[in-house]
């Protein structure tokens, strides 16, 4: 799932909100300069195309909806529950949407037309991301399960269980080599796509974990959780990277700006946190400003980021 969205330009941020809304806001000046109503329940998804032409959305009122730019809103129909996750193939021809009803849909961009109806979660379909090649879709479902799908021959290729609890989010790595999956076991859990079996459990979180999503060198890997925390995870060493600790309630989800450098994680009211992840840069425009700073002094300033003490201006 996703709260928020990047354009692919990086110049735009799209936020769901439980006001039945979805707003846009200008990256560069933090401000908003759209808010899309249609839903008649909360939003609980966003997702731009890749050529950044369409925005979908997705509401708990069981539609999905296709804003086009300079076209009418429309609306997609079929679902017969809460929808929770929309996801844009590679190509951006197709649309996939996961719901409360166990299904994931696909759709035609283009006709609106309901493509495919994959059947197989036992509980709710949470979430939905499509592999770098768009030939595989994965889902995340409350039956404890992921689940691999033929996007074209709109079959179930595997079941990877292994979490304890409801899986909340799925993500490929930008290679397609790696599946991330997030839980309510407090886990994000790492597969290997092409054998379809484990390969990594990632634990710190103190509570469920909901969003996901890797940095666009896949060297980074974001979960935002119940915990009011965003941890970032290094993914080659397996181990955590950072922890971004200034949400005061939980964090529905989390994605990474285009170039790789921000974190933008969000809450389903409206509200979202940016986080510069360029340590260098920020640490360096702290030294021009100041002469001496503590260990201390430094974690307020830059709250839960790895640092070097090396640096000249920090003092042990």
């Known amino acids: 799932m996703s709260q928020a969205a990047y354009s692919p330009d990086d110049e735009l941020l799209a936020t769901a909100d ?81 719901g409360a009803d166990r299904t ?35 889902s995340a479902g409350d039956d404890l399960t992921a689940r691999l799908w033929d996007a074209a021959g709109h079959r179930l290729l595997a079941t990877l269980t292994g979490h304890t609890g409801a899986v909340r989010g799925v993500a490929f790595s930008p290679d397609g080599a790696t599946l991330a999956s997030s839980g309510n076991d407090g886990t994000v859990r790492l597969w290997n796509v092409r054998h379809r079996r484990p390969e990594a459990a990632l634990t710190g979180h103190t509570g469920s974990v909901r969003g996901i999503a890797f940095s666009p060198d896949g060297r980074l890997l974001a979960s935002s959780g119940s915990d009011r925390t965003v941890r970032l995870w290094d993914v080659p060493r397996r181990r955590p990277w950072a922890t971004l600790t200034r949400h005061t309630n939980a964090v529905w989800g989390g994605t990474f ?29 702290i030294c021009r400003l100041r002469r001496a700073v503590g260990p201390q002094e ?11 003490l090396s640096t000249a201006c920090v003092r042990p």
């Open 18 to 98: 439980v006001d039945h809304t979805v707003r846009l806001w200008d990256v560069a000046r933090h401000r908003i300069v759209a808010t899309f109503t249609g839903h008649r329940e909360s939003v609980f998804s966003v997702a731009f195309a890749p050529d950044g032409r369409t925005l979908a959305s997705a509401g708990w009122d069981g539609t999905v909806r296709l804003r086009p730019s300079r076209r009418p809103l429309d609306t997609l129909t079929g679902h017969t529950g809460d929808v929770f996750s929309v996801a844009f193939a590679p190509d951006g021809r197709t649309l996939a949407s996961a």
């Open 104 to 138: 994931v849909r696909l759709w035609d961009v283009a006709t609106h037309r309901q493509l495919a109806v994959l059947a197989g979660h036992t509980d709710y379909a949470n979430d939905v991301a499509f592999s770098p090649d768009g030939r595989t879709l994965a």
């Open 257 to 285: 700006a285009p170039d790789g450098r921000t974190v933008a994680s969000s809450r389903n009211d409206g509200t979202v946190r940016l986080w510069d992840l360029d340590v260098r840069a920020r640490l360096d425009r």
């Open 298 to 308: 430094l974690e307020a300033l830059m709250p839960g980021l790895p640092v070097t």
